[in-house]
């Protein structure tokens, strides 16, 4: 773990997931406790209190320095949600 001069940490080695999500047709990330397969659908929060159903489009694996949004204000998926059986 390296330290910045003003008590930052700049590096520590840590590996996030994040996945991309399509909530309500808008495209978000998510921290993810795994990688996810595009497709799964999950729960995460949504607006100022809710949470909504949404469907990973991907999932990235990165550094604090290399995610798509910044780790300490991301939000995390509540949930993975149960694939409906096919019907046919």
């Known amino acids: 773990m390296i330290h910045s ?14 996945a991309k999500v399509d909530v309500a047709g808008t495209p978000q990330w998510f921290l993810a406790p795994r990688t996810l397969a595009a497709g799964t659908r999950v729960l995460v929060p949504f607006g100022r209190a809710g949470r909504a159903e949404g469907v990973v489009l991907r999932c990235e694996t990165c550094t604090p320095q290399t995610a798509p949004v910044a780790v300490g204000r991301a939000r995390s998926i509540v949930r993975i949600l149960p694939t409906p059986p096919e019907s046919g």
Do not use: H, K, R
């Open 5 to 18: 001069l003003s008590g930052g940490v700049l590096a520590d080695n840590e590996v996030c997931t994040f």
